[in-house]
């Protein structure tokens, strides 16, 4: 199925519970790695396997900082769905290299700081099915009319996934809620990626090895 097509300006449809909401708009995530190559020493910064760089992830995937953390990053995008750990706060043998490249990135916008390990990544059910609600959000040229929203919502059922051209709503996008079943691998992009690696670092030993982060809007 093709993205449903009409109009060259969309209808603009709001839904009372889906106010426009930009507390997280624009939000970054801020990210390092550590690793603990001595079980008696200091924590230090791992760069990612095969390369020299301590940059890991900065997809801005809303979705995936939901199921970090918990948080709703948009009242307009998604309902949380089940995290992996709820916010922790830094942990506080935190390195001062890992602390100096996060503040770094930190201003008074920052929230959400937290941290994973691997232990916390691999117990974690990637694939359990969940049922996700969010705001289907229009190409620009699509008038959203009776008949598209039923033929959206229809592909939605069939594919898990919305036609091309589709989106999730952000904050400047109008549309109207669906819901599907999905998992959060299906919403993980690019940090599966980063969970392999850093499994790949870890080893036999889960503990040594995890991620600290925050976000800045």
């Excluded at 999905?182 to 870890?202: C, I, N, W, Y």
């Amino acid at each position: 199925m093709s993205a449903p097509s009409g109009s060259p300006e969309p209808k603009v449809i709001r839904n009372a519970d889906n106010a426009c909401d930009t507390d997280c708009v624009g939000t970054d995530i801020s990210f390092v790695v550590e690793q603990k190559v001595d079980p008696d020493g200091p924590w230090v910064l791992a760069t990612r396997p095969g390369s020299s760089s301590l940059d890991w992830y900065e997809e801005g995937k809303y979705e995936c900082f939901s199921l970090l953390t918990g948080l709703d990053f948009s009242a307009r995008t998604l309902r949380p769905l089940a995290p992996v750990a709820t916010l922790r706060g830094w942990p506080p043998d935190l390195s001062n290299s890992a602390r100096e490249r996060l503040v770094s990135w930190s201003d008074d916008s920052s929230f959400g700081r937290s941290w994973l390990d691997v232990s916390d990544l691999g117990a974690y059910d990637w694939d359990a099915n969940m049922t996700w609600t969010f705001m289907a959000g229009p190409p620009r040229e699509v008038l959203v009319t009776d008949q598209v929203t039923k033929e959206v919502k229809a592909y939605l059922e069939e594919h898990r996934h919305l036609p091309s051209g589709w989106n999730p709503a952000g904050w400047t996008r109008d549309g109207f809620d669906v819901c599907t079943e999905t998992t959060p691998r299906e919403q993980s992009g690019q940090f599966l990626d980063v969970m392999k690696d850093m499994t790949k670092l870890a080893g036999e030993n889960p503990g040594s090895v995890r991620c600290v982060f925050e976000f800045t809007r």
